[in-house]
């Protein structure tokens, strides 16, 4: 957990440990592994994360986390591993949309200006009609 683990009511702690008894059971590919977390807020999540990773532009080594997914202590044991699944192909389908490539530019990458995506949206021609 985290360093806000003092702060825990009796009710998070029991939490934590269903947690910590979960994680002890579940095996990621390659060196993917999960993190669970208890934030400042007081709410826990599940947080995929790659210590061994690269950049997949600069192909440095890089730890690379993905998004946190809220859990609460009223869900089943089976609803966090299910979540902890959902993130992990999350996590799996953001990198091949980095590593997908058409005409050597990556088309589906998940990190785009949202702005200029509007703007291409809106340019005459920029959908491909359908008969």
Request: a negative charge.
């Amino acid at each position: 957990m985290d360093k806000h683990v003092e702060s825990m009511t009796m009710e998070q702690c029991l939490f934590a440990d269903r947690l910590a008894n979960l994680y002890a059971n579940l095996v990621l590919p390659g060196s993917l592994d999960v993190v669970f977390k208890f934030d400042t807020r007081g709410f826990f999540y599940a947080q995929i994360v790659d210590l061994e990773g690269e950049d997949n532009v600069t192909g440095e080594p890089l730890v690379w986390h993905g998004r946190k997914w809220m859990l609460s202590p009223h869900k089943k044991d089976n609803e966090i591993v299910t979540t902890v699944f959902k993130a992990l192909m999350t996590a799996l389908e953001h990198e091949a949309r980095e590593q997908f490539f058409y005409k050597g530019v990556a088309i589906l990458n998940p990190h785009f200006d949202l702005e200029k995506m509007v703007e291409f949206h809106r340019q005459e021609g920029s959908k491909d009609c359908r008969a």
